[in-house]
């Protein structure tokens, strides 16, 4: 799955009471500020900002839980512990003033019918110009002279060809737009019934 950039939260959650607790501790904004530079284990955080190890490691799980920083990468301590790497999450935070997660849920639910329209419409490109191609062989063996009086005869007997309209173009519009419609219909119903 994707990595998200993107912190959204809405002011009535209570995870947003948290994260504001987290960014408005100066501690905790010093070791942001010290992680920007480069990843970090919990005792060299403490040594570098002049801090008691427990309130770094204090701080330091109160960022985890707001989702601003990881602790993916471990090194093991010649006592055998494992010594994790706090690195930034890489997050921006968005706060909604209303509760969008519902629009963001519905446009993960119609994502993977885009990509099935995407995908349908490019294999219909596929048949549409294989089935227009005209055959090349046709004039290959001929010589110089002979060549343009084939054409010419090939032409007048060959089935004319007849601009056909982007069926693939106009499948993918119709797709999207349909989709479009349904999330529009559904957000309309959605607030109706509140």
């Known amino acids: ?104 849920e519905k446009l993960k639910g119609i994502l993977p019918a885009a990509i099935a329209a995407l995908g349908i419409s490019a294999i219909i490109k596929f048949i549409q110009s294989a089935s227009q191609a005209v055959p090349m062989g046709a004039t290959e063996s001929l010589s110089a002279d002979a060549a343009p009086q084939a054409v010419m005869k090939f032409a007048a007997t060959a089935p004319q060809v007849v601009e056909q309209p982007d069926i693939a173009l106009w499948f993918l519009v119709g797709s999207l737009a349909a989709l479009v419609i349904y999330l529009l219909v559904d957000l309309i119903r959605e ?3 509140k």
């Open 1 to 104: 799955m994707a990595k998200s950039n993107f912190l959204l939260v809405d002011l009535n959650e209570p995870k947003t009471k948290k994260l504001a607790e987290t960014i408005t501790s100066e501690t905790s904004r010093k070791i942001l500020n010290h992680l920007v530079e480069k990843e970090e284990t919990e005792t060299n955080i403490a040594k570098m900002l002049n801090l008691p190890i427990s309130t770094v490691h204090y701080h330091l799980q109160k960022l985890q839980e707001a989702h601003l920083i990881t602790a993916k990468e471990f090194h093991y301590s010649q006592k055998g512990r494992e010594v994790l790497h706090y690195k930034l999450a890489n997050k921006y935070i968005i706060i909604a003033p209303k509760n969008i997660s519902g629009l963001k």
């Open 191 to 193: 607030r109706l019934n």
